[in-house]
């Protein structure tokens, strides 16, 4: 009996050793696959660990002083999941001492600075990644069975969401970046509508406070 509950265990140990080394294997597979990605995954959690939450007084300050200086390094700081928190507070603080119209108008403008830098890099920089990524089996898959229109529309409309909505933009830039049906023309009126839309909310709220 205990002969049978070691050899048992010594197979599930062997199973679970060969799981571990396949997810280790593929990993490593993804990894030499798409280290650019990896490389600015792993750059901007290491920034939202170090920056969100946080609180800087003296940097709102010295942005209240530039002016609308001040409002459109806001809006670039706007876009980006590390720096989103202290950029809000910046525009809570801004509706009060500014023009909200021109402030939203400005932080628009600022917003979509930040968001083309990104878009640019990884369009560009990333597009051998791009490239392999949409030769995936997954990705090949979905482009089959997806209807012509439902493909076309899909990732623009999630991009949107999410650059829209308090998740990183980060995320719906690069998904934009790697659809090639969207332009850059198209890019930047998406994108300054919807961060103008969201930083007029800010600065909304602000002013009521």
Excluded: W
Aim: charged share 15%; aromatic share 14%; glycine share 8%.
């Amino acid at each position: 009996m205990g002969t049978y509950i070691y050899s048992t265990n010594f197979k599930d140990g062997i199973k679970h050793a060969a799981g571990s080394h396949a997810v280790t294997k593929h990993a490593v597979k993804y990894i030499n696959k798409y280290p650019k990605f990896l490389l600015l995954s792993i750059t901007i959690a290491i920034a939202y660990l170090l920056f969100s939450g946080k609180s800087y007084p003296p940097i709102h300050e010295f942005f209240l002083s530039l002016g609308y200086i001040g409002t459109f390094v806001t809006g670039v700081l706007f876009v980006y999941s590390f720096t989103a928190a202290p950029a809000t507070a910046v525009f809570l603080i801004l509706a009060k001492e500014q023009n909200i119209l021109i402030a939203g108008l400005i932080g628009g403008i600022g917003a979509l600075a930040g968001d083309m830098l990104l878009f640019r890099f990884i369009r560009h920089s990333f597009a051998d990644e791009v490239e392999k990524l949409s030769k995936e089996y997954i990705i090949v898959k979905l482009k089959h069975f997806a209807p012509e229109l439902f493909r076309k529309y899909l990732v623009p409309v999630i991009a949107s969401i999410i650059i829209a909505s308090p998740l990183p933009d980060e995320i719906g830039i690069a998904m934009l970046a790697a659809f090639k049906a969207i332009s850059t023309k198209a890019f930047v009126l998406l994108s300054y509508v919807l961060n103008t839309v969201g930083i007029f909310v800010i600065l909304a709220i602000g002013n009521s406070l």
